[in-house]
């Protein structure tokens, strides 16, 4: 799942704009913010190991900072997949332009659109099905073209006589910081957005069959699908073909092998990045629809987006996320030049506030610990506290910089906007249970009592609920 949202749109498509941005100090820019999205992964997966429930995140902001904080956490986490889901389709279009440059691209958008609902309509196996076949597909493309891309390095297959393929080639215009410091926090944008929906992860803690060893299982190769599928690929490509030359017209993977003249390999490559929008567009349907229906059964959402279909879909969230990617269809008719930049710079907003609701939930969970004098987690932060909040001092620096480009300051107003909308819909709308923090049990063995389990964390609290009724 992790794989399906965040390996797809931001690595095939927006890395043309991060690099343009940076140039080869992008690579600087994917390692920095995967250091601290691995940070973020690792607090939320002590928290998913010690509490297994599959409304994640949001049970823990809930828990540990108030109900109101787990609401807004979950629905800003449905917000980001469905603004990501745009920008997935957006691309979508851009990549089927390749093929087809006279057809429209909203045309192209509809058509994805409707075929990604009516799979999201089927049982979830079929879901699950496509998903792992897309996911497959997409890692194998890139692993192949590190491959394929070396061997040109070393051969300089389908290079000019005078070019000079590997460092001289990355470093040839400019240096490393070719657009100086300010062209490497410019790339933020773009590269904090390529790592959404990694927090996935988190979503199935409830449903793995052994959460304490699968969990930290994936979390723990975060580092190295980070190197392999963003740092190693990126760097291949800035070495057989000029960075500076990237034009965004359409992925940059497409574009260099074909200003190769490897035509096939271009080809191929397009097929593939379309499989990988129609994954990612799948993964952020399946998860912001699985976000809204535990919203829904917590009071927080509502009660229609609890009711599943015969095939036990909730039909009615992949109807509202449908509805999102229509007027999504409706923007590219209207904004076509521009509107990848714009939807991205949203939903890294959406994105980073859902990673500092989830270092804020940490924090305020390992002080409870503290203050209890509970067992330590299984699975805790590295060089905790210094770690995590250093990561939560870089989330704020990248909401601070989204306001400051003026090229992504309109992500900070929408999310503020959002922000204030969400509250007026908590006081006005949210009854009950909706405003009940989570009650949940910790599975932390005691070695002090031998047992394997401890009641819920929140029995001094009077008036909790449990996580998911």
Not at 161 to 181: E, I, K, M, Y
Request: aromatic share 12%.
């Amino acid at each position: 799942m992790a794989l399906g949202s965040a390996i797809g749109t931001g690595l095939f498509y927006g890395s043309a704009s991060a690099i343009q941005s940076a140039g080869p100090a992008v690579l600087l820019a994917y390692m920095i913010g995967g250091a601290a999205v691995f940070l973020v992964m690792r607090a939320l997966g002590e928290m998913a190991v010690r509490h297994p429930v599959s409304g994640s995140f949001g049970d823990y902001a809930s828990r540990y900072l108030g109900p109101f904080a787990g609401f807004i956490t979950g629905w800003t986490f449905a917000f980001e997949m469905a603004v990501v889901a745009i920008a997935d389709v957006t691309a979508f279009g851009i990549y089927m332009g390749f093929w087809f440059p006279d057809v429209p691209r909203w045309i192209w958008i509809l058509a994805v659109v409707l075929l990604i609902a009516a799979l999201n309509l089927m049982r979830v196996k079929v879901f699950g099905e496509t998903e792992f076949w897309l996911s497959i597909l997409k890692v194998s493309a890139i692993i192949a073209m590190i491959v394929g891309g070396a061997a040109i390095i070393v051969f300089g297959f389908g290079l000019d006589d005078g070019a000079n393929p590997g460092v001289d080639t990355l470093l040839g215009s400019g240096g490393f910081f070719a657009n100086g410091f300010w062209g490497l926090l410019a790339s933020f944008s773009i590269v904090m957005f390529a790592f959404g929906g990694i927090e996935t992860i988190g979503i199935t803690a409830g449903e793995a069959e052994n959460p304490k060893k699968a969990i930290p299982a994936a979390v723990n190769t975060v580092p190295f699908r980070i190197l392999l599928f963003y740092v190693c690929t990126l760097a291949v490509l800035m070495m057989i073909f000029p960075w500076q030359d990237i034009d965004g017209s359409t992925s940059p993977f497409v574009q260099i092998f074909d200003s190769l003249g490897i035509t096939a390999a271009a080809h191929i490559l397009n097929a593939v990045v379309i499989t990988a929008a129609l994954s990612a567009i799948n993964a952020d349907i399946f998860g912001a629809g699985r976000m809204m229906y535990g919203l829904a059964r917590q009071g927080q959402a509502p009660a229609s987006f609890a009711k599943v279909s015969r095939n036990g879909v909730p039909w009615m969230t992949v109807a509202t996320m449908a509805g999102v990617l229509l007027a999504g269809v409706v923007l590219n008719a209207l904004l076509p030049e521009s509107l990848f930049t714009i939807i991205a710079s949203i939903a890294t907003f959406a994105t980073v506030w859902v990673w500092l609701m989830i270092l804020l939930s940490h924090i305020a969970m390992k002080r409870d610990i503290a203050r209890r004098n509970l067992p330590a987690s299984e699975f805790g932060v590295p060089f905790w506290p210094v770690a995590s909040y250093a990561a939560l001092a870089f989330m704020v620096f990248i909401v601070v910089l989204l306001g400051v480009m003026p090229g992504t300051r309109v992500a900070l107003i929408v999310g503020a906007v959002w922000i204030a909308l969400l509250f007026a819909a908590y006081r006005l709308w949210v009854r009950g249970d909706g405003r009940v923090r989570a009650d949940l049990a910790d599975e932390t063995p005691d070695p002090r009592t031998g047992s394997d389990a401890h009641p819920s964390v929140t029995a001094a609290s009077p008036g909790s609920r449990t996580a998911g009724s």
